[in-house]
């Protein structure tokens, strides 16, 4: 039987709380408590899932587009979920996860003065929220979305920016 991260960790930290109580450290379950570290585990989890989604598609689209010109490089976090780049032509997308629940996606162009200074060209937001029966959801706009559609979205946005 497959039982996902999420679970296992609400169950873990369920019967943390319940040692607690027992050995008089405490007087209840705190469910909040459960949900943020359950959320702080499903923002790593879906960071990796965006990280592996875009992992795919930038290969896939370096290898149609011979030109290195056209290449896309993929950058990783120095932390395993702290997000990652896409650079090419002196335009970067960027994604992390500032907080528990929210991922940032942001596009920058470099520009190469004196200082070198950089320019939003896009950003955005993908929040959290507790669906039906403690299931973190992601949404964008209000939308639910999955990492696949994130990715696909952000990634033709960085193409068209990035020409």
């Given amino acids: ?34 949900k943020d570290e359950v959320l702080s585990v499903e923002t790593g989890n879906f960071v990796q899932d965006l990280l592996h989604q875009f992992e795919y598609l930038v290969r896939l689209f370096n290898s149609r587009v011979e030109s290195d010109g056209l290449q896309i490089k993929l950058v ?43 320019t939003v060209m896009f950003t955005g937001v993908i929040e959290s929220e507790f669906g039906t029966f403690h299931d973190v959801e992601w949404y964008f706009l209000g939308a639910k979305v999955g990492a696949e559609q994130v990715a696909r979205h952000y990634l033709t946005e960085f193409i068209q920016a990035s020409r």
Avoid at 15 to 25: D, P, Y
Avoid at 86 to 115: F, H, Y
């Fill in 1 to 34: 039987m497959m039982t996902s991260d999420r679970t296992i960790r609400w169950i873990e930290n369920l019967a943390e709380q319940e040692l607690l109580i027992k050995s008089g450290e405490k007087s209840s379950i705190d469910i909040s408590t459960t």
């Fill in 76 to 118: 990783r976090g120095s932390d395993s979920g702290s997000g990652f780049s896409l650079i090419r032509n002196r335009m970067k997308l960027t994604l992390s996860a500032p907080s528990p629940g929210r991922i940032q996606l942001s596009c920058m162009k470099i520009v190469e003065d004196m200082p070198p200074k950089t």
